[in-house]
């Protein structure tokens, strides 16, 4: 674990890999799984050794379709980044959306925003969970986060920008925003539609989660139907979508908070990982790249992408703090705790200066 992780008594703050992996040693993976990927942190950790040359040349074709990219530079060919500057030499950071776009439903709103940094030296990593509800203050605009990336969408295809270049200026966008939050800048976003966050799950066979509490809920307007009864058990894509997303229920409206769900979402992340590090999921990792090229984009260039997945392919889980912005409910808003923002700050700085 990060010698300099922060430490907080707040309603559990952090969710590391490591106390995950001790709790759930003797069961089966305890846990867990997100619903974005964020995938690029997914595909960082996805080549194992032995198998690195097969999966980058079997994803290459895969990679290109996800990265934007690669047709967005002065002379609408390839970005190359020099060696020396890139994420194999220097770190990294990133914003991971998960967008609630899903077969008979969904919009553009980001229903998972994380942000993450990686270092190439010291092969250490930190993820941080913010609620979906966190207010913002931007560009004289008010807004919860989650409503940004589809308001930057949406301004970019009112001035006529095709569907990549709307995505690419909404990343833009986000980067922006959550660079001022946290203080840090941030290099490439990655988002992953509810969709690719199912399929992953499919493509794995499904992952072990400890189903904390009873969770029933539907919904006739977007086909929800959430029926998962606590504790441990296999969970497909569809359901684990369901674990991650459950809010509330009719009996319960405040059955669970989205701080809550933050914690299934790092919880959920790191049983992905750990399925995809399994001697089982290492056969599948060029399917589930495969699987997500059509749900997953990023405007990392495709290059950087495979060195990213040949610098960290064999990163310690253990190296990886996991942690959840808290804050205070002020209806309509979660109003950010200025300790947990400055840990989180601390945390990302961290990573990166060492």
């Excluded at 800048?185 to 400890?210: K, T």
């Excluded at 509490?213 to 009864?229: E, K």
């Excluded at 894509?237 to 009996?251: A, M, N, P």
């Excluded at 942690?323 to 309509?332: A, E, F, R």
């Amino acid at each position: 674990m990060a010698s300099n992780k922060p430490q907080t008594n707040q309603n559990n703050q952090q969710v590391t890999a490591s106390r995950v992996a001790t709790k759930g040693s003797k069961k089966k993976k305890k846990r867990p799984v997100l619903k974005a990927f964020l995938f690029i942190i997914i595909f960082a950790l996805l080549v194992v050794v032995g198998y690195g040359a097969y999966i980058v040349i079997k994803g290459n074709e895969a990679l290109k379709d996800i990265s934007i990219a690669n047709n967005v530079d002065d002379g609408g060919g390839k970005v190359t980044i020099p060696v020396k500057d890139s994420v194999k030499a220097k770190p990294v950071t990133m914003v991971l959306l998960g967008i609630d776009q899903r077969k008979g439903g969904g919009g553009l709103n980001t229903d998972v925003i994380m942000v993450a940094a990686l270092n190439p030296t010291t092969k250490k990593g930190a993820v941080i969970a913010m609620p979906r509800d966190t207010k913002i203050n931007y560009q004289d605009r008010t807004r919860k986060v989650n409503a940004f990336y589809a308001n930057f969408y949406t301004a970019a295809q009112k001035n006529g920008a095709d569907k990549n270049e709307a995505m690419r200026q909404a990343k833009d966008g986000m980067k922006q925003l959550l660079g001022e939050f946290y203080g840090v800048p941030f290099q490439y976003a990655v988002s992953v539609n509810f969709q690719g966050f199912m399929d992953v799950v499919d493509v794995l066979g499904g992952i072990e989660v400890d189903v904390d509490m009873r969770m029933r809920w539907t919904d006739s307007h977007d086909g929800t139907n959430i029926d998962l009864h606590p504790g441990l058990q296999p969970l497909d894509g569809k359901q684990t979508l369901d674990f991650v997303r459950f809010r509330q229920s009719k009996d319960n409206p405040n059955a669970s908070s989205d701080f809550e769900r933050n914690t299934r979402q790092t919880v959920v992340i790191n049983a992905i990982l750990k399925k995809m590090m399994s001697l089982g999921g290492v056969t599948k990792i060029g399917n589930v790249i495969e699987e997500v090229s059509e749900d997953v984009h990023t405007d990392m260039p495709s290059e950087e992408i495979t060195r990213l997945l040949t610098t960290y392919y064999n990163i310690n889980m253990d190296n990886i703090t996991f942690m959840t912005l808290q804050g205070k409910w002020s209806n309509p808003y979660v109003e950010a705790d200025a300790q947990s923002l400055a840990e989180a700050q601390q945390l990302l700085q961290s990573i990166i200066s060492e």
